[in-house]
Nanobody
Framework: QVQLVESGGGLVQAGASLRLSCEVSGLTFSNAHIGWFRRAPGKEREFVAAIGSRPGSSYYEESLKGRFTGSRDNVKKVVHLQLDSLEPEDTGVYYC?????????????????WGQGTQVIVSS
């Protein structure tokens, strides 16, 4: 059974940083392509970042590039998303997900497994 468990969310002030984590079990982690998505209050879920199975492979939603950085630890089977210079507009529930193909991770309809999400609230 595949499980994805996010953690690291919280309430912070604008300008602060958070490090989200996603622990993955039930599949061959080193082969897994991991996506991060978020859902802001009253909005559709949107793509944030993709971290591929190959070391160093990643891409981001264009508007978030430079503030958000993904990484993975294949030994601990965990993926991280570093959120820097947070803004109130970054408030939402952040989800990690597993997809079959790295290049299509940004499309939520291609996702096979979802985590339950972790809440991020950024106050102004």
């Amino acid at each position: 059974q595949v499980q994805l468990v996010e953690s690291g969310g919280g309430l912070v002030q604008a300008g602060a940083s958070l490090r989200l984590s996603c622990e993955v079990s039930g599949l061959t982690f080193s082969n897994a392509h991991i996506g991060w998505f978020r859902r802001a209050p009253g909005k559709e879920r949107e793509f944030v970042a993709a971290i591929g199975s190959r070391p160093g492979s990643s891409y981001y939603e264009e508007s978030l590039k430079g503030r958000f950085t993904g990484s993975r630890d294949n030994v601990k089977k965990v993926v991280h998303l570093q959120l820097d210079s947070l803004e109130p507009e970054d408030t939402g529930v952040y989800y990690c997900a597993v997809g079959d193909k790295f290049n299509t991770l940004m499309f939520s309809e291609t996702i096979r497994y979802w985590g339950q999400g972790t809440q991020v609230i950024v106050s102004s």
